[in-house]
């Protein structure tokens, strides 16, 4: 008799009235690499976010996130459980070790639904329970994507400043407008 392998989901480390966040699985690479596959998004990120997103794009991130220790990257899911997108952490160094970035992205079919708002409050607070070392959580955001800065704001982030001409996107210099979060402006959520 046949036997069928299914891979089991992990459970999730957030749940919200919109998503739920989860552990990356090898099941996540078409439908990562089908979400992650537009301008749209990649004009907005850094330049290791390739475009165009493969499959293989995907395997090599999801490798990557799924053995590093402690894991900081997830999976956003619809509360069906389809892929929506990702959002993780970047530790800092030296002096900044005690600040994180934060990023994250959500597939076009997800836009204007509340998914990643939610997801970002919820995430943000687990990473301060998660980190007792963790006293902020930033992001930065490239001028002109209103829509993630509107994101930050409704979680919760507040808006410290514009670093001018501060990052270089395909050839374009653009200003980038820089949100934190601290500890103690999460408690008691």
């Known amino acids: 008799m046949a036997t069928t392998t299914t891979e089991m989901a992990p459970t999730p480390i957030v749940t919200t009235d919109k998503c739920f966040i989860r552990a990356y699985v090898a099941s996540d690479a078409a439908p990562m690499a089908a979400a992650a596959n537009h301008p749209e998004i990649s004009m907005y990120m850094r330049n290791r976010f390739p475009y165009p997103y493969t499959l293989e794009s995907s395997n090599f991130w999801l490798n990557l996130s799924m053995k590093a220790d402690p894991v900081v990257n997830f999976a956003i899911c619809t509360l ?4 929506a997108g990702s959002i993780g952490l970047t530790p800092r160094e030296d002096i900044e070790y005690r600040n994180w970035e934060v990023g994250y992205w959500v597939g076009m079919d997800h836009w204007g639904k509340g998914i990643a708002t939610s997801a970002l409050r919820g995430f943000s607070a687990w990473a301060f329970k998660e980190f007792p070392e963790l006293i ?9 994507n209103a829509a993630s800065m509107r994101v930050l704001e409704r979680a919760g982030y507040t808006k410290e400043g514009i670093r001018r001409k501060a990052v270089c996107k395909k050839g374009k210099v653009m200003d980038q407008a820089l ?3 601290l500890r103690e402006e999460v408690e008691g959520l």
């Open 80 to 83: 069906d459980g389809a892929f």
């Open 136 to 144: 902020r959580l930033e992001a930065g955001v490239f001028d002109g």
């Open 179 to 181: 949100y934190s979060l």
